[in-house]
C-alpha cells in the first residue's frame, strides 16, 4: 500500500471570498467529485418580483399588514446566505404594506453558537441594518419560552422576544447537509432560535 497521498480540491468561503482548499487524501482511495450546478445568482430586481410570485400562499406584504412588531430571522456567517442582498428587496415589499423602521427586528439565529460581534451582523446583513429598530442575538441559554413537547417528546423552547412578535419571517438558504439531509428552512427556528434544551435534543436525536 502506497504512503503518497492525492490533493483533492474543495470549494471554500462563502464569506472569506470563494476559492479552493487543498484536502490530501491516501492515493489509492477511489474519490468521486460530486459538485454542484451552480446557478446565477438573482439580482435585486429578480428578488423583488420574486416576492410578487410567492408560491403556496399571500404576499408577505399581505401578512404584514396591520402588524406593529415584525421579526425578521437571518442566519450567522457560519451560513452562506446573502442575507445582505436579499434583506433589500425584501423590506421594500414590506414597506408597500405601511412597515416602518419602528416595526422591525432583525434576529440572528445562531443556534447554540457564539454570538457574533457587531461587525460581523453587520457584514451579513449590509446596509438594510440600519432600517431595523433593534437586534437581537440569540442566546439559547437566555429567556426562551417553553411550548412543551412534540408527540415524539421534543422539548420545545424559542427565543421569548420572537415568540412575542405578530409576524416572524425568515430569510435563509437551502443547502445539503450531513445530518439533516438538507439546512435552511425550518433550521432557521429549529435550532437556530431555540433554547439550549431543544438544540440538545435534536442533535442527539440524530446521533446513531
Not at 483533492?8 to 460530486?34: M, N
Not at 441559554?141 to 427565543?159: E, F, Q, Y
Not at 422576544?161 to 419571517?169: P, Q, Y
Amino acid at each position: 500500500m502506497s504512503d503518497t497521498s492525492a490533493a483533492i480540491q474543495l470549494r471554500r468561503g462563502a464569506w472569506d471570498e470563494d476559492g479552493e482548499t487543498s484536502l490530501h487524501v491516501p492515493d489509492h482511495w477511489r474519490v468521486t467529485d460530486l459538485r454542484l450546478a451552480i446557478s446565477p445568482p438573482l439580482g435585486s430586481r429578480q428578488i423583488s418580483e420574486a416576492l410578487e410570485r410567492p408560491v403556496g400562499g399571500p404576499l408577505l406584504r399581505e401578512l404584514a399588514s396591520g402588524k406593529k412588531d415584525i421579526g425578521v430571522i437571518i442566519d450567522d456567517l457560519t451560513r452562506p446566505t446573502r442575507a445582505d442582498e436579499l434583506l433589500g428587496p425584501l423590506l421594500e415589499h414590506l414597506a408597500a404594506a405601511g412597515v416602518t423602521r419602528e416595526h422591525l427586528t432583525l434576529f440572528i439565529a445562531c443556534g447554540s453558537h457564539e454570538g457574533p460581534p457587531p461587525a460581523d451582523v453587520a457584514r451579513k446583513a449590509g446596509v438594510s441594518l440600519a432600517m431595523f429598530r433593534r437586534v437581537v442575538i440569540h442566546d439559547c441559554h437566555a429567556a426562551c419560552v417553553d411550548l412543551g413537547k412534540t408527540r415524539h417528546g421534543t422539548p420545545v423552547s424559542i427565543n421569548a422576544s420572537l415568540m412575542a412578535c405578530d409576524l416572524r419571517i425568515g430569510v435563509g438558504s437551502v443547502f445539503p447537509h450531513p445530518a439533516a439531509a438538507f439546512s435552511g428552512g425550518t433550521k432557521l427556528l429549529a435550532p437556530g432560535m431555540c433554547g439550549a434544551a431543544t438544540i440538545r435534543h435534536l442533535h442527539d436525536h440524530l446521533r446513531p
